[in-house]
Every structure is written in structure tokens, then in C-alpha cells.
């Protein structure tokens, strides 16, 4: 039986793989900064497969010192990691001129330290065993830039750049390392946004995606998947 660890785990991406996972019966440790939601989910997951086992602990992955304790709070509990998803994330609808004096500090804590932090942490163990599969979160913004989400592209760029540099360190040593990219996506992000749910990717697919490469053979790596609208981008 597999483990892996998800952050941000209780909505939108995050949730919809947390789910998948449960269902192929792979073990889980996940994060919320929120006390109750995570309660929920992990009596959910468990409902869901009660032969697996799912630990949850209270954390801020933006804060290092929290993101830290939830690493080692998962070691403890689990012993070794099979899977790493990095998932947690912020979008902020704002060009650079027009941003927040501390987003730029606020976005990089949130959608690049923690993949960084967790890459550090979890991955000599990793080199050790000669095995294990990280999934990164990333963006199409990362690939085509949105002025109007200026700081939110620059951090999903630098996670793909990221990704490819633990690519290019792990392959030698038998551990995998894929980028999810997805498009347009039907998560909290489009809170108060009409949308038409048929015109967008569902966070189902993304989770479709990642437990499919799951399943693909030792010798065979997925470097980067695309999964944009069918009608086009928002």
C-alpha cells in the first residue's frame, strides 16, 4: 500500500486527487489551515475507504515552521512517501503595478517555497529507496502569462522551472517528477464568477490525469501534461 502526502488538500485540486487517492487505496496525510474542514474530509476519506489510513494535521503551508511540522508530522506517521502532490496555491486577479506591497513575498511562500521545502525534505529519502513520484501543480499562466494575474504567472513559471530541475535531478536515481498544468479550472479561485461548468476543466480531471500516470510503467516518466478547456481558455 502506497503513501502520499497532499497539500491543500480539503478543496478544489487537492480534493479531488485526496478522493481518487482513497479510492485505489493509497494512505493519506493532508493539511488545511482550517481545523473543522479538515476534520470533515478526513472522516470523509476514511468513510470513503476504511481500509486505508488518512492523518490530518492543522497547517499553514506558507509559513515554514508549519510546513515543516506537517513533513515531519508525515514521516512519523507514515514512514516513507511514495507520492508527493504540491498543490497548495493562491491566485490573486492583479497586475504587478497594480499588486498588494506584499504579494510578491505571499505568492512565492505559497505557490513555489512549499514544493521547494517538500522537494528537500522528502527527497534524498526518496534517491535512498530509488523510487517515489512527485506531481507539481502548476499553471498554463506559467507557460502563457496573464498581465492581469502578474504575480501569480511569475510563481507558476518558477514552479515549472522548479519541476524541471528536480526532473533533471531525480531520473538517474529511479524517482519520477511530472508537472500538471492545468487550464482553466472550476476551483474556489472562480468564487463569484458566473462559469459555465461544461466550458472548464473539472478538478476530477486533474485527478483522472495524475492516478492514470500512476499507473503507467516503471520505465515510463510523464514530464509535463496540458490539460486546458475544450472550448479554450477564460
Not at 476534520?39 to 508549519?66: H, M, R, W
Not at 504587478?96 to 529519502?125: V, W
Amino acid at each position: 500500500m502506497k503513501n502520499a502526502l497532499i497539500t491543500g488538500a480539503t478543496k478544489g485540486i487537492g480534493r479531488a486527487v485526496s478522493i481518487a487517492f482513497a479510492k485505489q487505496g493509497i494512505n493519506l496525510s493532508i493539511c488545511s489551515r482550517n481545523q473543522q474542514e479538515l476534520s470533515d474530509f478526513t472522516t470523509e476519506l476514511q468513510q470513503l475507504n476504511p481500509q486505508i489510513k488518512v492523518y490530518g494535521t492543522v497547517a499553514d503551508c506558507s509559513k515554514p515552521d508549519e510546513l515543516k511540522n506537517f513533513a515531519v508530522f508525515t514521516e512519523k506517521n507514515m514512514g516513507f512517501v511514495d507520492i508527493i502532490v504540491n498543490n497548495v496555491g493562491m491566485y490573486r486577479h492583479v497586475s504587478i503595478l497594480n499588486d498588494s506591497d506584499d504579494s510578491f513575498e505571499k505568492q512565492i511562500a505559497t505557490n513555489l517555497m512549499p514544493a521547494y521545502e517538500l522537494y528537500r525534505f522528502f527527497g534524498k529519502r526518496m534517491v535512498s529507496v530509488g523510487k517515489g513520484h512527485i506531481f507539481n501543480i502548476c499553471s498554463v499562466a506559467g507557460i502563457n502569462p496573464i498581465a492581469e494575474a502578474g504575480m501569480y504567472s511569475v510563481t507558476k513559471y518558477a514552479l515549472l522551472g522548479l519541476n524541471k530541475v528536480m526532473r533533471l535531478e531525480m531520473q538517474q536515481h529511479g524517482v519520477k517528477v511530472t508537472a500538471i498544468i492545468p487550464g482553466s479550472t472550476l476551483t474556489d479561485s472562480w468564487k463569484g464568477i458566473t462559469v459555465n461548468p461544461d466550458n472548464m476543466v473539472l478538478p476530477e480531471d486533474v485527478a483522472s490525469v495524475i492516478t492514470n500516470i500512476l499507473s503507467m510503467s516503471a520505465g515510463a516518466n510523464v514530464d509535463e501534461v496540458m490539460i486546458k478547456p475544450a472550448p479554450g481558455q477564460l
